[in-house]
C-alpha cells in the first residue's frame, strides 16, 4: 500500500526541539523528493520544506529556516523534520508529502500535531 | 516570493451546481499550478496539476484552467461529498505558496 505515516507529534515548550519522522511504503522512495507542509489549527496550509531525491538539495521556508532542518534516510525509506527553538506560532498540524517526479503534492500523509505551549 | 489570491473564501451553493473558484498570482509563472481538496480532519488531496490535468482517479465534473497569473477551478455539478476546502498551491518557484482556501458547503 503506498503511504506516508508521520510521528513524532507532541506537546513541547517553547524553545524546545522536536524531530519528526515519516515512514514511506508501497514506492521507491529514493526516487522522490519530500517535502513537510503544515496547518496551524483553523488555519491554511503552509510549506515549511523540500528535500531532493538524494538528499543533497534541501529549502525551507523563511518562517523556519535556521531552526528547522530536513534529512532522509534512504536505508530506511524515512523523511524527518528536525526542529529546533520553537515557538507558540509553530504549533501545526505537520504533513509529510512526496515530492517530483510529477506531479508534486500528490501524496499526503495522515499528519501529526505538534504543540507548542508553557 | 508569489502570492496566491484565492476567492472567494466561502461559497454556499446547492446540489448541481457549478461553482467555479479563481486563483490569481502576484507574478506570472509557468502553469505548475495545484488544486487540493481538503475535508474536515483529513489531510489534503490533490485533484489538478500542472493547472489542468487530472490526478488519476479524480472525477471529472472536477477541473482546472487558466495560465499567466490567473487560474481557475470548477465543480461542474456539486455534490454533497464536494463539502470541503480547496485550496490553490504554485509548486513552480520556492517558497510553495497556497492561497488562502475556499470553504464549499452546500446550501
Known amino acids: 500500500q503506498v503511504q506516508l505515516v508521520e510521528s513524532g507529534g507532541v506537546v513541547v515548550q517553547p524553545g524546545g526541539s522536536l524531530r519528526l519522522s515519516c515512514a514511506a511504503s508501497g514506492f521507491t522512495f529514493s526516487d522522490y523528493g519530500m517535502h513537510w507542509v503544515r496547518q496551524a489549527p483553523g488555519m491554511g496550509l503552509e510549506w515549511v520544506a523540500v528535500i531532493s531525491f538524494d538528499g543533497n538539495d534541501k529549502a525551507s521556508a523563511d518562517s523556519v529556516k535556521g531552526r528547522f532542518s530536513i534529512s532522509r534516510d534512504n536505508s530506511k525509506n524515512t523523511v524527518f523534520l528536525q526542529m529546533n527553538t520553537l515557538r507558540l506560532e509553530d504549533t501545526a498540524v505537520y504533513y509529510c508529502?512526496?515530492?517530483?517526479?510529477?506531479?508534486?503534492?500528490?501524496?499526503w500523509g495522515q499528519g501529526t500535531l505538534v504543540t507548542v505551549s508553557s | 516570493d508569489i502570492q496566491m489570491t484565492q476567492s472567494p473564501s466561502s461559497l454556499s451553493a446547492s446540489v448541481g451546481d457549478r461553482v467555479t473558484i479563481t486563483c490569481q498570482a502576484s507574478?506570472?509563472?509557468?502553469?505548475?499550478l495545484n488544486w487540493f481538496q481538503q475535508k474536515p480532519g483529513k489531510a489534503p488531496k490533490l485533484l489538478i496539476y500542472d493547472a489542468s490535468n487530472f490526478e488519476t482517479g479524480v472525477p471529472s465534473r472536477f477541473s482546472g484552467s487558466g495560465s499567466g497569473r490567473n487560474f481557475s477551478f470548477s465543480i461542474s455539478s456539486l455534490q454533497p461529498e464536494d463539502t470541503a476546502t480547496y485550496y490553490c498551491?504554485?509548486?513552480?518557484?520556492?517558497?510553495?505558496?497556497f492561497g488562502q482556501g475556499t470553504k464549499v458547503e452546500i446550501k
Open positions: 498551491q504554485q509548486s513552480y518557484t520556492l517558497p510553495y505558496t
Open positions: 508529502v512526496r515530492g517530483d517526479p510529477m506531479p508534486d503534492f500528490d501524496l
Open positions: 507574478h506570472d509563472f509557468n502553469n505548475y
